[in-house]
């Protein structure tokens, strides 16, 4: 086999290129944070990490469509396996990486997407990056001044015993209140942007960020302290927040997750060309077996 050529849709623009030139509603921004998640959803079910979550990594149309682009640094998730070595390497723009990449946790997880795209929700909210590090030191110190000092539960997730060391020799830190830096913004905006943006990446979760995006003003969701309370799915699916998007549907997950074993990084040329091969024809077959079906039905 030659040559395979992959044929995608043209897009207009980036996120990135559209906020350096205008602000966006808030309508868009609940569109377009809605399709971030419900690609970055997709993504996760595969096991899979993007890794490099920002706005020039999400393209749009004149039709307000997005999507997620740039799986360069992507990699599989396999909680089955140690990813000792994929650890190591750079990920994700510093200014949307997650505390835990910086400080070498355990071991990276898919909540690590999550503090990415809650970066770039609060970059969509007033068109300028929420933690604009000059270096490593700086990018910290800009995180912690927002979110606060990590709790001594949330230094749990940090495993370097010299990063936990630094960061409690670090003066304490009160959060900020997000209405002091969006005043403006949609109260809802603000509750999801502050489940996204926890230092603990347990409490992240794309799964959990989608229902709450369809429950963001319950008052069963929204306390005095801004804590959440466990609602069932139901409930979730069901609020009127989303009726305007929402489609069970229309919310795909992979239908067999990848495994660390399928890891393609270290594949020959060829090889990776006959694999895309297969699985265009294995689409192909499926998108026939469909009209076959709808035509029988019909």
Partial sequence: MKDIYLVQCLMDTDLYKLLKTQVISNDHVCFFLYQILRGLKYIHSANVLHRDMKPSNLLLNATCDLKICDFGLARVSDPRTDHTGFLTEYVATRWYRAPEVMLNSK?????????????????????????????YLDQLNLILAVIGSPSEEDLKCIMNEKA?????????????????????ADPRALDLLDKMLTFDPNKRSVSILLLQLRVLFSSSWITEKGSVSRITVEEALAHPYLDEYYDPNEEPVCEQPLTYEMELDDLPKEQLKELIWLEAELHRTR????????????
């Avoid at 809650?118 to 000059?134: D, S, T, V």
């Avoid at 026939?288 to 029988?296: H, I, L, M, V």
Wanted: aromatic share 10%; proline share 8%; net charge positive.
């Fill in 107 to 135: 071991g990276y997880t898919k909540s690590m997407d999550v503090w990415s795209v809650g970066c770039i929700l609060a970059e969509m909210l007033n068109n300028r990056p929420l933690f604009p590090g000059k270096h």
């Fill in 164 to 184: 936990r060391s630094y960061l409690k020799s670090l003066p304490q830190k009160p959060k900020l209140e997000w209405t002091t830096l969006y005043p403006e």
């Fill in 287 to 298: 998108l026939q077996e469909e009209a076959a079906k709808n035509t029988s039905d019909a």
